[in-house]
């Protein structure tokens, strides 16, 4: 089992500068000496297997009871990788030697409006670029990535004041519109359940509702092609006409967080605090919450603050009800958009397996050769050549179609493996809800997708050999080894018996499976979307920004 750490504990202080310029960062902030005594400061990168972090520079000068602490870091002096990198300080609480890391935080409110409002950052010689990233937590937090020159420029800022600018000098005639922006992730994709309902609307809604709603995508993506019939409705992400809509929109509605319509990981700007302080979003998921904890992203309470949630089922919507802390008449029961269109199109004479496991929060943004060090990369590379498994494939002339989850898309190439029984299918090559609906069974570990292919009542096998850590790290609301609809294989030569027993019996699924489906997914009549649509077109939901300065969340 891989070694997880813990995120430090936080330990506020009294800012008096934080900046950023020409690669340096320069921190200078004060301690009451009853707090605690800082020795060292480091700039960490945020990773619960990794243990990466550089020293600062730090000087200190004593003020009454209060210490000032100095501290600087030349970022370009460092090999850093793609990731968030927190400002981390060595910390003694009780003054008796005993030192412990705590992330830094009290960002104050004034320079974290002049890094809104005035946004800086530093290009290193790489074509990378750093730059404060400022949230909620008012953290010291920087982010490292690779420079855009299409977003990341002083152009485009203007760009975004001028958009700001056209909207609110005629702010009454855009909001007339009462648009509806639907995207999926990163405003690249049309696949999801965001597609399925907005086909929905373009073919069945009224006119004067069709008007008003828009599918926001790049068009220069694969996926155009999917929503392309309806051009009319479909506008092109980061557009000027987009970035007016955006301001002006009634709702937002995506299978993802109101981060994905705006341009990924962008540095921060007064255009989009604006936009997401302001606008409602109707979250359609892209799978049920059941085997992922995401609470802690997507909680009321949060910046990702939902104004309706499209669960599947009553047992879901106590989930949401529980753990996120919305109330029941803001999770809508409704099923999920693509299951309107789901049907099992399997292939007796052409038997297909999908093996679709999921990403691990703790290896994004790695190396290739981490990556391949990591047990995820060990584990299915080593299913994927065993020979009892092909021996098994090539005798039932089965396919195996793997097809890795889109975080890890690009680390698909380190899989080669030659059998003409085994297919690695390239994130965007190929429809998912078409490879669901033309599979037998479904070989899995944490994926939502189970669901789609539980509607369908095919069989499931589980295969969750680092549960250990997934609990840990990511967390689940259903128990792993009692509520799963699906057999569960621990071991490689567990997860081929159980392919072997299912291929023999036809792909048939179990009794003692089968029993749940009424109370876990009670919508089957291909209505979803129309119920989806309904709630929101008869939805009477506050204005978030006064909800929310009126709840002092914001």
Not at 172 to 192: F, V
Not at 406 to 429: A, M, N, Y
Request: aromatic content about 16%; proline content about 4%; glycine content about 4%.
């Amino acid at each position: 089992m891989q070694q997880l750490m813990e995120a430090p504990a936080e330990i506020r202080v009294k800012t008096r500068k934080f900046s950023l310029t020409k690669g340096t960062i320069k921190i200078c902030f004060e301690l009451e000496g009853s707090r605690g005594r800082i020795r060292s400061l480091k700039l960490k990168q945020r990773n619960a297997v990794l243990d990466t972090s550089f020293p600062f520079e730090m000087q200190t000068a004593k003020k009454g009871n209060t210490i000032v602490y100095h501290a600087q870091i030349n970022v370009e002096q460092y090999p850093m990788e793609t990731a968030f990198w927190d400002v981390v300080a060595s910390v003694d609480k009780e003054g008796k030697g005993n030192y412990e890391d705590a992330i830094l935080g009290g960002l104050s409110s004034k320079l974290k409006l002049k890094l809104i409002l005035f946004p800086r950052w530093t290009r290193t010689g790489d074509g990378h670029m750093v730059y404060p990233f400022v949230n909620g937590a008012r953290q010291f937090t920087i982010q490292y990535r690779k420079y855009d020159p299409k977003y990341d420029s002083y152009a485009f800022i203007a760009k975004e004041f001028l958009a700001l600018f056209c909207y609110f000098i005629l702010k009454p005639y855009w909001d007339h519109k009462k648009l509806w922006l639907i995207c999926e992730k990163y405003c690249t994709m049309a696949q999801d359940n965001g597609l399925y309902f907005f086909r929905y609307c373009m073919e069945h809604a009224p006119e004067k509702d069709r008007s008003r709603i828009f599918y926001v995508i790049d068009k220069k993506c694969p996926d155009y092609q999917a929503v392309k019939e309806y051009d009319a409705n479909v506008i092109q992400f980061m557009s000027f006409k987009y970035m007016i809509y955006l301001s002006a929109a009634q709702y937002l509605i995506s299978t993802d967080a109101i981060r994905h319509f705006y341009i990924w990981d962008s540095p921060n700007s007064i255009y989009k605090v604006l936009y997401q302080a302001r606008k409602n979003i109707v979250f359609l998921q892209h799978g049920v919450m059941g085997f992922k904890q995401c609470h802690r992203t997507f909680h009321k309470g949060g910046g990702n603050q939902m104004a309706l949630f499209v669960v599947s089922s009553g047992y879901e919507q106590k989930i949401i009800h529980d753990y996120f802390g919305y109330d029941n008449e803001e999770i809508i029961i409704t099923g999920l958009s693509r299951w309107d269109v789901l049907e099992d199109k399997s292939d007796p004479a052409h038997k297909e397996i999908l093996l679709m496991p999921t990403w691990r929060s703790w290896l994004e943004d790695i190396s290739e050769d981490q990556f391949q060090k990591s047990e995820y990369y060990q584990r299915y590379k080593a299913f994927l050549q065993d020979e009892r498994l092909k021996t098994l494939l090539e005798k039932e002339n089965i396919t195996l179609n793997f097809y890795i989850h889109p975080k890890f898309r690009e680390h698909i190439r380190s899989f080669q493996v030659e059998d003409r029984h085994i297919r690695l299918i390239p994130f965007g090559t190929m429809p998912l809800n078409q490879l669901l609906m033309s599979c037998h069974m479904l070989i899995t570990d944490y994926s939502s997708v189970s669901w789609d292919v539980y509607y369908q009542e095919k069989p499931v096998i589980f295969y969750p050999f680092d549960l250990e850590t997934y609990e840990k790290v990511q967390g689940s609301y259903m128990d792993y080894k009692k509520d799963v609809f699906g057999d569960l294989a621990w071991d490689q030569n567990q997860l081929v018996d159980l392919i072997g027993e299912y291929a023999r019996n036809g792909f048939r699924e179990k009794p003692e499976f089968s029993g749940r489906r009424d109370e876990l997914l009670p919508y089957r009549d291909n209505d979803n979307s129309k119920r989806i649509y309904e709630y929101i077109a008869n939805a009477q939901i506050p204005d978030k920004l006064k909800r929310r300065l009126k709840e002092k969340k914001f």
